[in-house]
């Protein structure tokens, strides 16, 4: 069973940095890819930045120059770091894991921008 753990939401003020963490466990081989997901009350869950088992990366283009995905194999981490922090940044951050036979999703951590 493969498990992720997010770590590292908070409330900020605008302008300001977070570093997510998200920790993986169990997994028999290493997924293909791995992203970040955020979701906004009363908005459907996009993808924020992808990662894949080729080292390409991708962001969506509303955090492009702001936000760096990162991985560590060797300790099964994955990170988002975020700088220049909006507003419209707050919300739920999910860490997303695939593999071919599904996706794996940890449970979230808040990130609050204020202004």
């Known amino acids: 069973q493969v498990q992720l753990v997010e770590s590292g939401g908070g409330s900020v003020q605008a302008g300001e940095s977070l570093r997510l963490s998200c920790a993986f466990f169990g997994p028999i081989a290493y997924p293909s890819g791995m992203a970040w997901f955020r979701q906004a009350p009363g908005k459907e869950r996009s993808e924020v930045a992808h990662?894949?088992?080729?080292?390409?990366?991708s962001y969506a283009d509303s955090v492009k120059g702001r936000f760096t995905i990162s991985q560590d194999k060797a300790k099964n981490t994955l990170d988002l770091q975020m700088n220049s922090l909006k507003p419209e940044d707050t919300a739920m951050y999910y860490c997303a894991a695939f593999f071919r036979s599904r996706t794996y999703w940890g449970q979230g951590t808040q990130v609050t921008v204020s202004s």
């Open positions: 990662i894949y088992d080729s080292g390409g990366i």
